[in-house]
């Protein structure tokens, strides 16, 4: 919504107060200011009359023109064609200087001199709103050759956000009425004047039917053929109105002066209809769906009629939602709340046609009643927080056209204007209050509450995710973010879980967000291809999660991935680190999420058939880690990588129990064993956990090559007992292990 | 007798030798002592005096050059072991989203102000997302929010409110809340990404009791928490769901409120949306005699303005480039 200081001035005495003072009141009283813009004609640009104008002699498009500009008659060459016909026009004198750091000399244009030109209103700064050169009439002011240009078309625009509640504000009118409680400055009194016909609008409007239910309606018919002017012209294109031809341009102007509902059709017939609760209005130009659509096409014929209507903004609202119909900005304005002071609307409109006027008017208007509200002032001062005294109060009502009637010292009663659809309760009353008196002014205040404790699960489970995280970034990771949408095709494709089809999405924004993720795995490997093309060597990535299953239910989950080296380039490693392997992502992930323990997996999407592994951690799976399958990691255009997904639910938080520190030395032995590639080492370690040797601290695998068919593997185990443990003791115990080992077809090297 | 030669000694081998020559079994000091048996009785004593003086300062000079060598020794071999310190740039990786950072800050700041902290699905139905907020079906204030929905009517929500309503209808006044997490509209452009990240707040408590002052004094803490030393600015403004509401400014951090292209010019930057209440809004979790504040902020703003981010998008792409600037 954007707003002219001059057309503002139509409606509210701003002298002396600067455009500054205005945006900072707009601002205040809560209708936010977007952007500012002043237009300011440069000097030495000034009004000219073309008193002459011929021909150039060697030049088929140029004409050499003699312009009075007060002082002097100028000899000026214009290349526009529409000079011809020009009375009044823009001189820019020789010396002035135009936008962009132009400066007007005395030329010599094909043998002939010119002394300035005759411009354009882009030429001057102005918007770019009509072909040729810009002819000046006297509908900004009484035009004087030789006087500054700037007199008539300086201006300044204060572009607002008007908020969806306030549709009263929607029109240069409204942000007067606004500025007159905000700055405490009366509005002018509007003087309309038009020239009236004898001859009634009853004669020459027939109103077919008249069926209307739920919108006011005020006809005039005016006669002759409507036209615009410039400052029609400059002050659309200043608050960037479009239109539709030139009588549309008088219309739009006059909507957006007095936020007023206008329609134009020819003389002729027009009925009234309500369907379904839709009252439309049809002429014989086409038909207006009040306050919805306006689909009237104006014809040749040189009268017209304008009507000037209003409808209930939520009444709009939900017939507009029920029957969803198509809507223009009609509807914008009518739902949001228009100007229901039709007469208002109307009167304007005349004034600016300049046409005579039919007498009388078709009225279907009817009252809408009016909205009472009885305020509780003390309830008003603690909406606020704040003692304000109700003298104010009724200061500030008044100012916003309330109507105002103290009923005893704790309450009053207020009529709420017309044109406020927005005001239904005390809390809506308590925010006028408050914007006028200025949110500045209060203080604020501590609020006192009981203390309670308030830490839950969330809480306990963000700072668990938290601690992974951090853990997560001390191994090197990177932290990525993504949305929760994927690509079904590509889900698909590679054999991901899916939304179901009927529980998926209806307006996805890109085919390639055209769903919710059941994985946080593609997206890191986009970004995976990403950081590689922009020259890292090293990318470790982390994700934490929402994810949906088919039937779209949502839960959390945490992935890693890993690809390039292993290390940074250094002197240790002549900068060539090695590449990351299995036992990289294994030894990262345990870090970050505890010991695990790995099993093979059936199958992954995205694995390697022969390097996928489930994680075990408490007994139970609660996730994946792998190498990508080489195909896939074709596809995305990246090597070797290494991912782990686990599902963050399955994780626990527990509170680790102390046991006592046993002081008695440990003592490691080796064992090398012959083993068929075909066992796993998750065999030989149940084998041996099953012999449940309380002695038996710990054990893993140190060493393993091949032996062609075998492998060669050293368990190192480390054994501590309740007190120093003799020789024999010990080679008890690892006797008793290799026996085991050999009843299972495991023998020593 | 002369014990200079143990002070020329230079290496300790050479001191051994010399302390054999004198000390050892057949050192010449122990030979002296020998000798003294053959001593007249009245000189005796005072020979064996003088011999053990000398064999006392022998075996300190000796001892002293001992510890001087050895330490020379120590000395040499650590400069050997002599490493160009400087050579070692570590070169680290690994850092936290700035999202999840200044996720972390702001919940941090509420919590330890007796805020909880509570979540919500994403998909959400039209009621908790926009009904119970004061918005109803035919509500203008809908085109705010272009909404991402499904075929069975579900809806991704645009806002974290949903939280404050399912929390509203789960507990009992008093409420002192915030619910921090993603929320999804149908925008994709230089500024704006589908999903994005919102904390909002809610206090409700007896009726007469929570005002707009209250409401000032908690944002103005924060912001002040955050951003550090900025004025605050109240504007009043309009959101369906609170009555009277604002939008809160700071001055521009960046040019200290002389206006720059950040600001627009204006010195002042938007940084949250707040207000009391909507009594709608508390009809319809069923909640009466009740008063309260709410407001909410945008998270990727924060951290943008916090960490001097211009570009939103890359924030979503694992991009090492901008996160290795948090390491």
Redesign the interface.
Same mark, same amino acid.
């Given at each position: 919504m954007i707003v002219t200081r001059r057309w503002l001035e139509e409606f509210i005495n701003l002298e002396n107060i600067s455009t500054q003072e205005i945006i900072n009141t707009l601002?205040?009283? +809560?209708q936010?200011?977007e +952007?500012y813009k002043k237009y300011e004609i440069p000097e030495n640009v000034v009004i000219g009359k073309v008193i002459e104008c011929e021909k150039h002699p060697n030049a088929d498009k140029l004409n050499v023109c003699k312009v009075d500009v007060g002082e002097e008659i100028l000899q000026i060459v214009c290349g526009a064609s529409n000079v011809v016909n020009a009375e009044y026009v823009v001189v820019s004198k020789v010396g002035a200087v135009l936008p962009g750091n132009f400066k007007i000399k005395k030329a010599k244009l094909r043998g002939v001199e010119s002394h300035g030109m005759i411009c354009a209103a882009r030429e001057i700064g102005l918007p770019d709103f009509h072909e040729g050169i810009m002819i000046m009439d006297d509908s900004l002011g009484e035009l004087k050759t030789g006087e500054y240009a700037g007199k008539y078309l300086n201006d300044e625009i204060i572009e607002l956000g008007v908020?969806?509640?306030?549709g009263d504000c929607f029109s240069i009118y409204g942000i007067a009425r606004e500025l007159s409680a905000g700055l405490n400055v009366d509005m002018k009194k509007p003087e309309f004047s038009y020239e009236e016909l004898q001859e009634g609008i009853g004669r020459l409007v027939n109103v077919e039917k008249n069926e209307v239910k739920h919108s006011s309606h005020l006809l005039k018919a005016i006669n002759g053929h409507l036209k615009s002017n410039l400052k029609i012209d400059l002050r659309l294109a200043l608050c960037e109105i479009d239109y539709k031809n030139e009588q549309d341009k008088v219309v739009k102007y006059c909507i957006h002066a007095t936020g007023v509902l206008l329609v134009l059709s020819n003389i002729g017939e027009v009925s009234f209809v309500s369907e379904k609760g839709i009252d439309k209005y049809i002429t014989q130009n086409g038909e207006y769906i009040v306050g919805v659509k306006n689909s009237i096409e104006l014809n040749e014929n040189d009268s017209y009629i304008i009507n000037a209507n209003y409808i209930d903004?939520?009444y709009v609202?939900?017939i507009?939602? @029920?029957n969803a119909l198509k809507t223009d900005e009609y509807f914008f304005r009518a739902?949001?709340g228009s100007e229901p002071n039709l007469n208002f609307g109307i009167n304007y409109f005349l004034n600016e046609a300049k046409l005579p006027v039919y007498s009388g008017s078709i009225d279907l208007s009817t009252e809408t009643p009016s909205r009472y509200i009885n305020l509780d002032i003390?309830?008003i001062k603690?909406? &606020? +927080?704040?003692e304000i005294n109700d003298k104010e109060v009724v200061e500030i009502l008044k100012k916003l056209g309330f109507e105002v009637e103290v009923l005893n010292e704790e309450n009053m009663k207020i009529k709420v204007p017309s044109f406020r659809s927005d005001i239904k309760?005390i809390? *809506?009353v308590?925010?006028e209050i408050?914007?006028i008196y200025g &949110?500045?002014k @209060? *203080?604020? %205040?501590?609020?006192n509450?009981?203390?309670?404790n308030? @830490?839950?699960e &969330?809480?306990e489970f963000?700072e668990f995710l !938290?601690r992974l %995280?951090?853990k997560?970034?001390?191994?090197?990771?990177?932290?990525?973010?993504?949305? @929760?949408?994927d690509d079904k095709e590509r889900l698909q494709k590679y054999g991901f879980e899916v939304v179901d089809?009927?529980?998926?999405?209806? !307006?996805? &924004?890109?085919k390639e967000?055209d769903t919710?993720r059941s994985t946080l795995l593609l997206?890191?490997l986009? *970004?995976i291809a990403? !950081?590689k093309a922009?020259g890292?060597k090293?990318?470790?990535?982390f994700?934490a +999660?929402?994810v949906?299953n088919k039937n779209?239910e949502?839960s959390q989950k945490i992935a890693f991935v890993i690809n390039g080296f292993e290390d940074?380039?250094?002197?240790e490693n002549h900068g060539k680190p090695k590449n990351v392997d299995f036992k990289t992502i294994v030894d990262k992930l345990s870090q970050i999420i505890g010991e695990f323990t790995l099993v093979e997996n059936d199958f992954h999407p995205i694995a390697h058939p022969y390097q996928n592994a489930k994680i075990i951690q408490n007994g139970k799976s609660i996730g994946v880690v792998a190498k990508l399958h080489p195909k896939i990691a074709k596809d995305f255009d990246i090597d070797d990588t290494y991912f782990a997904e686990i599902e963050l639910d399955k994780l626990q938080n527990v509170t680790k129990q102390a046991s006592e520190i046993n002081k008695f030395p440990k003592v490691t032995r080796d064992l090398s064993l012959v083993v068929d590639k075909n066992i796993p080492y998750k065999d030989i370690y149940e084998y041996i956990i099953s012999l449940k040797i309380c002695e038996l601290k710990d054990f893993y695998p140190i060493d393993i090559y091949d032996l062609g068919e075998n492998n060669s593997l050293t368990v190192r185990f480390v054994i501590q007992g309740e007190k120093t443990l003799t020789d024999s003791e010990i080679n008890a115990i690892m006797e008793k292990i290799l026996n085991q080992l050999e009843s299972k077809g495991i023998k020593l090297r | 007798m002369d014990l200079s030669e143990i002070s020329k000694v230079l290496n300790l081998e050479e001191l051994e030798k010399i302390r054999v020559k004198l000390l050892g079994k057949n050192g010449i000091i122990t030979q002296q002592f020998k000798e003294l048996k053959n001593i007249a009785p009245e000189k005796k004593k005072e020979v064996a005096k003088e011999l053990n003086e000398l064999k006392e300062k022998a075996i300190n000079l000796i001892a002293e050059k001992k510890k001087e060598l050895e330490e020379k020794l120590l000395e040499e071999q650590l400069k050997k072991e002599r490493i160009d310190v400087t050579?070692f $740039?570590?070169? /680290?990786?690994?850092?936290?989203?700035p999202?999840?950072e200044t996720m972390?800050k702001i919940?941090d700041f509420f919590?330890k102000m007796?805020?909880? #902290?509570? /979540?919500g699905?994403? #998909?959400e139905d039209d009621f908790h997302n926009f009904e119970a907020l004061n918005l109803p079906? =035919?509500?203008?204030?809908r085109?705010?929010q272009d909404t991402? =929905?499904?075929?069975?009517g579900?809806l991704l929500r645009t806002h974290t409110s949903p939280v404050q309503i399912r929390t509203m209808q789960k507990q009992k006044p008093?409420i002192?809340?915030i619910s921090p997490g993603?929320v999804f509209r149908?925008? =994709?452009d230089l500024t704006h990404?589908?999903?994005f990240h919102q904390v909002e707040g809610l #206090?409700v408590?007896e009726?007469?009791? $929570?005002?707009?002052?209250?409401l000032?004094?908690?944002l103005?803490s924060f912001l002040i928490h955050i951003f550090g030393d900025v004025k605050v600015?109240?504007?009043?403004?309009?959101f369906?769901f609170t009555?009277?509401?604002?939008?809160v400014d700071i001055s521009c951090i960046f040019c200290e409120g002389k206006g720059c292209r950040v600001c627009?010019q /204006?010195g002042w930057l938007e940084v949250l949306g707040c207000g #009391?209440v909507?009594?709608n809004v508390f009809k319809a979790v069923g909640y009466e005699n009740v008063?309260g504040y709410a407001f909410g902020l945008g998270v990727e703003r924060f951290a943008m303005l916090l960490h001097r981010i211009n570009d939103l998008r890359s924030?979503?792409?694992?991009?090492?480039?901008l996160?290795?600037q948090f390491k």
């Open positions: 601002n205040r009283i +809560g936010e200011v +952007g908020t969806a509640n306030r903004p939520e609202s939900e507009v939602f @029920i739902s949001r003390a309830a603690n909406i &606020i +927080g704040a309760n809390q *809506d308590a925010e408050l914007r &949110i500045d @209060i *203080d604020s %205040k501590p609020l509450f009981e203390e309670t308030r @830490i839950n &969330i809480m963000q !938290n %995280k951090y997560a970034v001390s191994q090197g990771f990177y932290e990525a973010l993504h949305f @929760i949408f089809e009927h529980l998926d999405l209806i !307006n996805p &924004i890109v967000l919710l997206q890191l986009e *970004d990403r !950081n922009n890292y090293r990318v470790y990535l994700t +999660g929402s949906y779209r949502e940074y380039e250094n002197p | 050579q $740039v570590p070169k /680290t990786t690994g850092a936290i989203h999202i999840t972390n919940i919590t007796n805020f909880s #902290v509570e /979540t699905p994403l #998909v079906k =035919y509500h203008p204030a085109d705010m991402f =929905y499904f075929k069975d579900s008093p002192r809340m993603a149908r925008d =994709y990404t589908p999903m #206090v408590d009726a007469g009791k $929570v005002s707009f002052a209250n000032k004094f908690i103005e600015r109240f504007r009043p403004s309009f369906p009555e009277p509401s604002a939008e627009s /204006t #009391v909507d009594p008063s924030m979503y792409e694992g991009d090492i480039r996160m290795e």
